[in-house]
């Protein structure tokens, strides 16, 4: 295993438009990639916040149906994109399913943009309260040139073009936006089990005070939730000061966080695409939904739009 300095240094001498990818992929499957994942983990929570994302989210009634099998299937479409990247021939597989179980719904395009600036900004902003470090501007850069080639994929129009216009997007969005649904909050509750599996053992019990100390007191209130009392947030940052000494300290994996199609969560066998996601509707409240946006949809979100 090398030393954590000797591949960063590696890294920073490639250029972060020209080189995005394989600077993204080192900070989000190996480097930093318990951060970049948790990040994703804040991202997916916080679409719950946001009432008419809730209200669809319930009608289709996945989540309340398959709470565990639907949110690693959401981590792992997204892992596998990180770790393939969306010019691999089973990165644009992934594009192709994220289109396919986003066709039947109508989506507003500001919606589409919201999620895509909260999975591009959220895990960087994690990264810098939680992580072992923070990204660099090299990172951050290599970052926002990702997603914005998953959002032209995508089909998602008016794209912002610079890290700046990714994270005023998120933010002015989200104080639009977040207020607290019945759905929001039915959301969060069933998929807490989830939450407590990523905690071995007895340290399941700190799964709740957790997830709020790092979703913070909006949006856990959005969510039902009464905020992180003040020991829990020392305790939280506690441990995350030490977990951050300590890898400082460790050489880097040869190998990314997980390897696609390894075991994991409900897949002990391990996994392939076909399996994840949700493409046929499990609607509870009949075959159609009250509009949840304006008429601004992705267009022809079915297919991805090749813009190279």
Same mark, same amino acid.
């Given at each position: 295993?090398?030393?954590?300095?000797?591949?960063? %240094?590696?890294?920073?001498?490639?250029?972060?438009?020209?080189?995005?990818? %394989?600077?993204?992929? @080192?900070?989000?499957?190996?480097? +930093?990639?318990?951060?970049?994942?948790?990040?994703?983990?804040?991202? @997916?929570?916080?679409?719950?916040? &946001?009432?008419?994302?809730?209200?669809?989210?319930?009608?289709?009634?996945?989540?309340?149906?398959?709470?565990?099998?639907?949110?690693?299937?959401?981590?792992?479409?997204?892992?596998?994109?990180?770790?393939?990247?969306?010019?691999?021939?089973?990165?644009?597989?992934?594009? !192709?399913?994220?289109?396919?179980?986003?066709?039947?719904?109508?989506?507003?395009?500001?919606?589409?943009?919201?999620?895509?600036?909260?999975?591009?900004?959220?895990?960087?902003?994690?990264?810098?309260?939680?992580?072992?470090?923070?990204?660099? !501007?090299?990172?951050?850069?290599?970052?926002?040139? @990702?997603?914005?080639?998953?959002? %032209?994929?995508?089909?998602?129009?008016?794209?912002?073009?610079?890290?700046? %216009?990714?994270?005023? +997007?998120?933010?002015?969005?989200?104080?639009?936006?977040?207020?607290?649904?019945?759905?929001?909050?039915?959301?969060?509750?069933?998929?807490?089990?989830?939450?407590?599996?990523?905690?071995?053992?007895?340290?399941?019990?700190?799964?709740?005070?957790?997830?709020?100390? *790092?979703?913070?007191?909006?949006?856990?209130?959005?969510?039902?939730?009464?905020?992180?009392?003040?020991?829990?947030?020392?305790?939280? !940052?506690?441990?995350?000061? &030490?977990?951050?000494?300590? *890898?400082?300290?460790?050489?880097?994996?040869?190998?990314?966080? *997980?390897?696609?199609?390894?075991?994991?969560?409900?897949?002990?066998?391990?996994?392939?695409?076909? &399996?994840?996601?949700?493409?046929?509707?499990?609607?509870?409240?009949?075959?159609?939904?009250?509009?949840?946006?304006?008429?601004?949809? &992705?267009?022809?979100?079915?297919?991805?739009?090749?813009? !190279?």
């Amino acid at each position: 295993m090398r030393s954590r300095r000797h591949e960063r %240094e590696r890294i920073a001498a490639l250029d972060p438009e020209r080189n995005y990818f %394989e600077i993204f992929r @080192f900070m989000a499957t190996r480097d +930093l990639g318990w951060e970049h994942r948790s990040g994703l983990n804040l991202a @997916f929570y916080r679409i719950f916040a &946001v009432p008419h994302m809730a209200k669809l989210l319930v009608h289709t009634g996945h989540i309340q149906a398959a709470p565990i099998k639907r949110t690693y299937d959401t981590g792992l479409l997204m892992y596998d994109l990180s770790y393939h990247g969306p010019e691999h021939p089973r990165g644009r597989e992934v594009i !192709r399913k994220i289109n396919a179980m986003h066709r039947r719904w109508d989506i507003a395009n500001e919606d589409h943009l919201y999620v895509l600036s909260a999975i591009a900004v959220l895990p960087l902003r994690f990264m810098d309260d939680f992580g072992w470090r923070s990204p660099t !501007r090299q990172e951050r850069q290599a970052n926002f040139a @990702f997603y914005r080639r998953v959002g %032209e994929l995508l089909g998602i129009r008016e794209l912002p073009s610079t890290g700046a %216009e990714f994270e005023r +997007l998120f933010d002015e969005y989200e104080a639009k936006q977040l207020a607290f649904s019945d759905e929001g909050r039915q959301l969060f509750r069933a998929t807490q089990t989830v939450v407590a599996d990523w905690f071995p053992g007895p340290l399941g019990v700190l799964a709740d005070p957790f997830t709020k100390v *790092i979703l913070g007191d909006e949006v856990s209130r959005c969510l039902g939730q009464t905020p992180a009392p003040t020991w829990t947030r020392g305790l939280v !940052r506690g441990a995350l000061t &030490v977990r951050r000494l300590a *890898i400082r300290h460790t050489p880097i994996e040869s190998r990314s966080l *997980i390897t696609p199609g390894d075991p994991v969560g409900p897949y002990e066998s391990g996994y392939a695409l076909d &399996v994840l996601g949700a493409e046929e509707a499990v609607a509870t409240h009949g075959s159609s939904l009250p509009s949840v946006g304006t008429d601004t949809r &992705v267009g022809d979100p079915g297919h991805s739009v090749d813009r !190279r």
